[in-house]
C-alpha cells in the first residue's frame, strides 16, 4: 500500500494576543516546521498553543493530527482528524488522512468510508483510489479493489505500485494472463522493485512458464529478494 500522509501547507491568519506572546500563525509556522524536521512532540506542542489560542482553527488540528500519525499514535490522531472535520466537514486531507489511520488499525471499512468521502470532495485525489483499493484488497473484496486500482492509474499512469497492486488483486482472482500485463507494465515503469519480479515468477509459474519465472527470481534475487533463491530450489531446478 501507498500510503503517503498527505501534507498541506495552508494559509493561515495571526491570532492577536498579548505583547511578547507568540500568535498563532507562528506557532503553526513553527509546528510545521518542527513536523518537517520530524521533531514531532515539539510540533505536537506548537499546535497544541495555537489551539489554546483558537479552539475553531480546523489547521491545528489537522496538522496537530499528522504530527501524531507521525508518532503512530494513531487514535489520537483520528480525534484531532475528527475535530477538524467537525469545524470544516469539506477538509479533504482531513477525511483522507483520518482513512490512513484507520488503515494502520486495520479498520479497513472506516478506511473505505473515509477514502469515499475525500474522493467525494476531489475525485482527482489519486492516493484515494489506491488506499481505498487497498483496504478493498484487504477486505478480500477484489473485484473493488480493481475497479479503484484502475481509477488510480487513469490519473497517474506512470504510478508503478498501482499497476503492481492491480496485478496482485487479479492474481487472487485467478487471471493470470491479466495479471502478467500489469506485473510486467509495472516493472516496465520502475524496474528495480524485486517484489515485482518475485511476484511476476508466482505468477509466470501459474500460467506454466517455468524458464521465464526462474529469470524473474533470479532477477528478484539479483534485487536483494531473500526468499528467491529458495524458490528457485523448488521451482527451478
Known amino acids: ?25 507562528e506557532l503553526l509556522k513553527e509546528g510545521n516546521q518542527n513536523q518537517s524536521d520530524k521533531k514531532y512532540k515539539e510540533a505536537i506542542d506548537d499546535f497544541s498553543e495555537a489551539i489554546k489560542l483558537d479552539s475553531k482553527n480546523s489547521d491545528a488540528y489537522y496538522f496537530r493530527a499528522n504530527a501524531r500519525f507521525g508518532l503512530k499514535e494513531f487514535r489520537k490522531a483520528i480525534d484531532d482528524y475528527s475535530e477538524c472535520l467537525k469545524i470544516n466537514n469539506k477538509y479533504v486531507h482531513a477525511f483522507y488522512n483520518r482513512g490512513n489511520s484507520y488503515y494502520e488499525l486495520e479498520e479497513f471499512e472506516k478506511a473505505i468510508s473515509d477514502f469515499s468521502n475525500a474522493l467525494k470532495l476531489d475525485s482527482t485525489l ?87 519465472g526462474c529469470k524473474d527470481l533470479e532477477k528478484a534475487k539479483e534485487l536483494g529478494d531473500i526468499e528467491a533463491e529458495d524458490y528457485m530450489k523448488e521451482f527451478c531446478m
Not at 9 to 14: Q, V
Not at 189 to 198: D, L, Q
Request: charged share 25%; proline share 3%.
Open 126 to 212: 489519486y492516493d484515494g483510489y489506491f488506499d481505498r483499493g487497498n483496504a478493498y484488497y484487504k477486505l478480500e473484496n477484489f473485484k473493488d479493489a480493481i475497479s479503484d486500482f484502475t481509477k488510480g492509474l487513469q490519473i497517474k499512469p506512470d504510478f508503478a505500485d498501482g499497476y503492481y497492486d492491480r496485478a496482485n488483486a487479479k492474481f487472487q482472482l485467478e487471471e493470470y494472463t491479466n495479471a502478467l500485463i500489469d506485473y510486467s507494465k509495472a516493472i516496465e515503469v520502475n524496474p528495480k522493485e524485486n517484489n515485482y519480479y518475485f511476484n511476476r515468477a508466482i505468477n509466470e509459474f501459474n500460467l506454466e512458464m517455468t524458464p521465464e
Open 1 to 25: 500500500m501507498f500510503r503517503n500522509l498527505s501534507v498541506i501547507l495552508l494559509t493561515i491568519f495571526t491570532i492577536n494576543t498579548c505583547f511578547g506572546q507568540k500568535t498563532s500563525n
